[in-house]
Structure formats: C-alpha cells, structure tokens
C-alpha cells in the first residue's frame, strides 16, 4: 500500500521529494497531540509546531468554517477581520511593532522583510548563520547555506552559529564576543564589496541551528554594531513564536531584544496557510513607497478568522504556561537519562521545544546514531526530528496541548529505544 502511494507521489510530484522516515508514515486523521494512520494505529506527534493549539482543534476548525460560510475574498475590499486580528497580534509586541503586510508563508514574510531593510537603509547586505533555514523564494533561499538550493549572491555573508560545542581555538572567548566578532567581520565585508550592510536576520531562537543555550543579553554586542552601521534586525519568528518557548510570546523577548522587523508563520493559523511581517510604521512607508505589494490570499477573511481563533485558544487554554511547566517537567526526565545514557551530551531547550545533543566518546557528533533514534522512534509510533548543524540534537517540538503523561510515554520509548539501539553506537 505504502510502496504504491510513495511511487504515485514520485510520478506526481517528481523525484528527490523526501518524506520523513525511511518508512514513510501515512497519516490520515489527527486530534490534540495524537495522529492515525491509515491502518488506524495510533501516533505521539512530538515534533509538529504548526498544529500549534493542536490538531484540528475544534475552535479553529469552526472559526474557518463560519467564516467561509459567509464570505471569503481578498484584502483590496474593507473587512474588519484582518483589522481585529492585527489589532490583538501587534499588541504582544513592543511599541514599534505596529503595522504589518499578512501572507501565506514564513518564505514571503522573509522575503518581503528583506525588502523593507532594503529599502529602509538603502543597502543590499545580508547576515545570516551558516546553518539556518529562512524559506524557498529565490531572495529567501540563499540564506539556507549549503541547502542546494540554488545561487547565493555575493551580497550575503554567513556567520557561525552560536554553538555550545564550538572548536577549541575559539573557546577562550565567550560565545556572545564570538558572535560579535563575526557579525563585525561581515559587515566589514559587505562594505568592502560595496554592498553595505541592510539587515541581521536571525532567528532568535536559533533554531534551526540546534537551539544552542544562550544567555539574555547574548545579542546585544552584535546588535549594537548592526545598528551603529544604520542596518536593522530581523526576528525571524516563524518557529518560536506564539508563546512555544514558554517564557514569552516570541523569541527576541527572551533574548532580550528589540528587532525592527518580525516575521511570524507556520504556527500562527494552526495549518491553515498564514503568516505576516510587522514592523514601524516608518519602515512600512519606506518599504511602500518602493514597491508595490499585494498577496491575493493573505489575510483574507477566513485565514484571519482561523488566526484569530488559535491567539484565542493560546490565552484561553494558557498554553504558554502549559509549555513552560511541561517543557521543564521533560527537560527534567531528559536530565535522569542523561545519567543513563552518557552519548547525552546536552539536554536543552526552552517550553515545548527541547531536545538533547548526543556525541560519542571523542566529543564527535553522533549524527548516524541520532537519525537512527528518530526512525526507531518512529517505527514505536513517536514521531520526532533531528536538527542542528551536524544533525545530532533530537529535535521535540509538539503542539503546545502536550501533557506530563505525553512526556512520561516519550521518555518511556526514549529509553527503550536508545538501550536497543546501543549497539549501533
Ligand atoms: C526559521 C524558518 N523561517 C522560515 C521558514 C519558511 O516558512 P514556510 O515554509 O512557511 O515558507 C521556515 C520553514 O521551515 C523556518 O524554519
């Protein structure tokens, strides 16, 4: 049955399309943390953020029908929808966050925030980490270093990640200075390619990157520097954001800044396809009066009701405090096995968005054995990911219903995993 299905998605949607797992799940119903496949056996879905309230949460799913039983069109017409909906969102950031442009996609809320650095500062220059993912337009895409993902012009500079295992050379200064140092020698580069400098995009989080533990105030230094050269910083909030990380709203707060532009996705519709880039009214009007932008689905009337409708669980159903008590409940229960299991090398991450970083005996990183976890996980019916520069950190990061129970099961197939699987180390 599989074999058929994964040969028609080869003929329709063409080859190199990969699935995760090398034995491809076919889900077909989902509800809260829990997803079925088609043979009815039962999942943990310890890895989806964009279920963000859980999935098919029946409000959201009324809110969409409701609306689209009324009217459903485009933002070229006046709706209230949108208007309410911007209204409740800009008020969970800072003052300068007060007006946005709503899309389908965390790539169009990139792509449209470069261009407001752009035509804010007037300069093309990008910085971006080396192991980072910000979306697939041709603008957006080059900032995924090493994704093949097509040509990279010269106007981008990647930097090092902030790492908690970086190379012994460079340890004798603190990962903040580390960074600083980088992002200065970026800039210094892209003023003498005659780019200057636009904008840091980073995601607070640094997610994609592994997660690293990272102080408040790790920023600042780099900040400071981006903005003495009249550049800006862009949040990237697609995968933090919404309150996942349990302490705050967004991830820039826990860090402990102010970005100019934040983009925000996947989560913020709970799957329905919305996303949005908010930022000052000033970089609205200079990013305006340089180009002409409409986007024929974004924010119309049923995806802001869908919108609307996942903010109103998240506070409803406090869901953020649910991540922070959950999330330190497994961080926690991730710490007892490290006791056991000495390739744990680090247990880290923040509310629903945790994993452990695993290396042999050498400090090497244990990306083959990792990835072996995760399918052997998978084939218990726990669905989780891996991620970070060498692909060795677990990556858990479940809709934000997750309970102390659903931790207890993970944990439970965790260990039993990772004792079979020892002999693969
Ligand atoms: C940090 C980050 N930004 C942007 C995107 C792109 O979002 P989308 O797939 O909605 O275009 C992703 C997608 O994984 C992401 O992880």
Not at 32 to 42: E, H, N, T
Not at 74 to 97: A, P, Q
Not at 331 to 359: D, H, N, T, W, Y
């Amino acid at each position: 049955m599989n074999e058929e299905l994964i040969e028609r998605r080869r003929r329709l949607l063409g080859p190199n399309f990969s699935t995760f797992y090398k034995n491809p799940v076919h889900i077909v119903r989902g509800k809260g943390v829990w997803l079925w496949d088609a043979s009815g056996k039962k999942y943990l879905d310890c890895y989806n953020n964009v279920p963000h309230v859980g999935h098919c949460h029946p409000e959201v799913v009324n809110a969409i029908a409701e609306q689209a039983k009324i009217l459903n069109t485009h933002t070229r017409y006046l709706h209230e929808g949108i208007l309410d909906y911007l209204d409740r969102l800009l008020s969970k950031h800072h003052k300068t966050i007060e007006t946005a442009i709503m899309v389908c996609s965390g790539s169009e809320a990139n792509d449209i925030a470069l261009r407001m650095a752009e035509a804010k500062t007037g300069h093309r220059g990008v910085i971006v980490t080396d192991s980072t993912y910000h979306g697939n337009t041709s603008a957006v895409s080059q900032l995924g270093y090493g994704r093949n993902m097509g040509p990279v012009g010269d106007h981008i500079r990647y930097i090092k990640a902030p790492d908690n295992f970086r190379d012994n050379e460079t340890m004798d200064i603190s990962e903040a200075k580390f960074f600083k140092q980088n992002v200065v020698e970026a800039i210094d580069s892209l003023k003498e390619a005659g780019h200057g400098v636009s904008a840091l995009l980073i995601c607070p989080f640094f997610a994609n990157e592994g997660f690293p533990n990272l102080e408040h105030g790790f920023l600042d230094e780099a900040i400071s520097n981006i903005r003495n050269e009249g550049a800006i910083v862009i949040a990237d909030e697609v995968q933090p954001g919404f309150g996942r990380i349990g302490t705050n709203w967004w991830g820039y707060q826990k860090i402990g800044i102010e970005p100019e532009i934040v983009t925000m996705g996947k989560p913020m519709a709970n799957g329905h396809p919305v996303a949005c880039v908010a930022t000052s009214t000033e970089i609205m009007g200079s990013f305006r009066n340089n180009y002409g932008y409409f986007n024929t689905f974004g924010g119309n009337p049923v995806s802001c009701a869908a919108a609307s409708a996942t903010l109103e669980v998240v506070e409803n159903e406090k869901l953020i405090e649910n991540a922070l008590a959950v999330g330190q409940y497994a961080l926690k229960g991730l710490e007892e096995l490290k006791k056991e299991f000495p390739q744990i090398k680090q247990v880290r991450g923040s509310g629903l968005f945790f994993g452990a970083e695993m290396r042999g005996e050498n400090n090497e990183p244990l990306t083959q054995y990792v990835s072996q976890i995760a399918e052997k996980m998978r084939d218990k019916r726990i669905l989780l990911g891996v991620l970070g520069k060498n692909r060795n950190t677990l990556k858990i990061r479940p809709p934000m219903v997750f309970s102390k129970n659903n931790v207890d099961h993970l944990l439970e197939h965790l260990r039993d995993t990772m004792k079979e699987a020892e002999c693969g180390l």
